[in-house]
């Protein structure tokens, strides 16, 4: 009888082999941590007995969460594209002479929020904008998410030198990211959050912005200079980060993490529960309020630093400086004419 190989035996191999190409020790934990469901499932199933049609069954499976509610499009894809890594192997090992993914197998798609469920509303702005000045780094931290599209990563990883005032420009150059470390026996922990590169070499971009984001940060810089903040400053000093622009109370890199839950107390204080408001959802709200001022999706695009053009469109279109500001004034012009600089400070 010719032997049989378990799909979870192929998997290890699969994940053992991927480690030479993780290009961080985060991706290596996502990817142990999409495998346990995987490992679950197939259990005690060789890979020689699974054919399309029990492949079909897997993904019905996997799509749900405990809850009936569907995982996320992106959760669905790493997994479908882990398991068709295991498949690969196993056709160039000989343990099978079929792969179930040339049978036109489609990948299912997971849950993808509407359009409208991606932004924060302009009612919730609004209210939010009105009781943010009580707390001074939210009260800067908000707006500039908003009023930039940038991730609030690289917003965190902001150096002063990476905002040129006269030229109203930021220069996106790193971000800041979960820390993780590898463990003996190969477990991967996540241990606080540490400077990196940003999310994709196209990430790495120049933004023009409007004069509401240059007095905002400048604010912030006369904040920290305040005589009453002296403790903290002196706290930045010691651990070298007098040039980074949001230091958390201890002088070093902030948290998101922390300040989402900051946000969401500030939120809970306010009666404003009601209010789905997610640092991320400014970004789509920048993207949106661009399109809306009759900007160009290709502008917007080079905007966000996003990887493709995919993201925002299907075309790619390089553009340079220029258009760039032009974006901004079209937006500073829109977002005034709906009223929303004056919730703003």
């Keep these: 009888m010719k032997h049989k190989h378990k799909f979870n035996e192929v998997l290890e191999l699969v994940l053992e082999e991927r480690k030479n190409s993780y290009k961080s020790l985060r991706t290596a934990a996502w990817e142990k941590k999409i495998a346990k469901r995987i490992f679950e499932y ?19 499976f996997i799509r749900f969460k405990n809850n009936g509610s569907l995982y996320s499009d992106k959760y669905i894809k790493s997994i479908y594209s882990l398991v068709k890594a295991v498949f690969k192997k196993a056709l160039l090992k000989g343990y099978i002479t079929i792969n179930p993914f040339d049978y036109d197998f489609k990948r299912p798609k997971g849950n993808i929020p509407e359009a ?14 009105k009781i943010l000045p009580k707390y001074p780094k939210l009260n800067v931290i908000v707006p500039v998410l908003f009023l930039t599209g940038m991730r609030i990563g690289e917003l965190l990883g902001l150096f002063w030198t990476d905002i040129d005032f006269t030229e109203k420009i930021i220069h996106i150059q790193r971000s800041v990211v979960d820390n993780y470390i590898e463990l003996p026996g190969g477990e991967i922990a996540k241990r606080g959050v540490m400077l990196s590169s940003t999310k994709t070499a196209t990430s790495i971009r120049d933004i ?6 240059i ?44 300040l989402y839950d900051n946000l969401k107390d500030i939120l809970k204080d306010n009666n404003l529960n009601h209010c789905n408001i997610l640092f991320h959802k400014l970004r789509h709200n920048y ?45 500073s012009k829109y977002l005034h004419d709906i009223n929303i600089y004056s919730n703003i400070m």
């Design 215 to 258: 007095v905002l940060l400048r604010s912030w810089l006369e904040f920290r200079d305040l005589p009453e903040n002296q403790k903290w400053k002196d706290k930045i000093e010691l651990n070298s980060n007098l040039n980074l622009v949001f230091p958390n109370a201890q002088g070093k890199l902030t948290n998101y993490k922390t």
């Design 42 to 60: 197939f259990e005690d199933i060789f890979i020689e007995d699974i054919n399309d049609v029990r492949l079909n069954r897997f993904f019905s």
């Design 287 to 331: 993207a949106t309020d661009l399109l809306s001022a009759g900007v160009d999706i290709d502008v917007v695009s080079k905007l966000l630093g996003h990887k493709n053009i995919e993201t925002t469109a299907n075309v790619y279109v390089k553009v340079d400086m220029k258009p760039k500001k032009n974006a901004i004034k079209l937006q």
């Design 208 to 213: 023009p912005v409007s004069e509401q984001v």
């Design 116 to 129: 409208k469920d991606r932004l924060v509303s302009k009612e919730d702005l609004k209210a939010l904008f």
